[in-house]
């Protein structure tokens, strides 16, 4: 079965730093893949996908991740963390064809001032 | 563009006493439509999915019920709830397995 590995459910970095956060798939074939932003008390929103075109994906608020089969890994980075970066993030991915997304346990960010 | 419309945003409700949390999608049809919930310090948890109108695939058997009545509609409910029921719930539609798209969230606190 699909499984998804959030590396740290908590990541602390200081403001300005690279922001590196790990996520990890278990797949017999390449999924979609997706990170997600959660702000408290609010919905998630898809921050970027991967779905097999660029290995490199950049999306939304400087956030960028690189899908990397031969590790079955797709890690979030950014290169400098500014305050309103402090959020929980989730990956998930997606089995192609299938209805569900499977979620990784999240991980929160903290931004040192 | 598509919307998702979800509420109330907060609800206290007392131990026994029914749920219905209500959640609308706009422009976009035959969705597939998810009830996640999220207990502190948690992650999410898949509770229904819907692939269309009158159908509930449900994921955890418990307290709480799923209906899709209508195609873009798609309701939670519990005859009676219980403490462990609190949490913050989510709605979610998706397009066929892509990337999922979420509502504001309901905070559910049973007391």
């Known amino acids: 079965a699909q499984s998804v590995t959030q590396l740290g459910s908590h990541v602390s970095v200081s403001e300005g730093a690279l922001v590196l956060l790990r996520c990890n798939y278990s797949s017999s074939v390449p999924p979609y893949l997706f990170w997600y932003v959660q702000y408290p008390n609010q919905g998630l929103q898809l921050l970027l996908k991967?779905?097999?075109?660029a290995t490199l994906v950049k999306g939304i608020n400087g956030f960028e991740a690189e899908f990397k089969k031969s590790e079955t890994s797709f890690h979030l980075t950014k290169p400098s963390a500014h305050m309103s970066d402090a959020a929980e993030y989730f990956c998930a991915v997606s089995d192609r064809g299938n209805y569900q997304l499977i979620w990784g346990a999240g991980t929160k960010l903290i931004i040192k001032p | 563009s598509q919307t998702i419309h979800q509420w109330p945003a907060t609800l206290v409700q007392p131990v026994g006493s029914p749920l219905s949390l209500e959640c609308t999608v706009e422009?976009?049809?035959?969705?597939?439509l998810y009830w996640y919930r999220q207990a502190a310090g948690r992650g999410l948890q898949l509770l229904f999915y819907s692939v269309g109108i009158g159908q509930i695939s449900s994921e955890v058997p418990q307290n709480l019920s799923a209906s899709r009545p209508q195609d873009r509609q798609f309701i939670l409910s519990s005859k009676k709830l219980l403490l462990s029921d609190s949490g913050f719930y989510l709605c979610?539609?998706?397009?066929?397995?892509?990337?999922?798209?979420f509502g504001q969230g309901t905070r559910l606190t049973v007391v």
């Open positions: 979610a539609w998706s397009d066929r397995g892509f990337e999922a798209f």
């Open positions: 422009g976009t049809s035959n969705p597939n």
């Open positions: 991967y779905t097999s075109a």
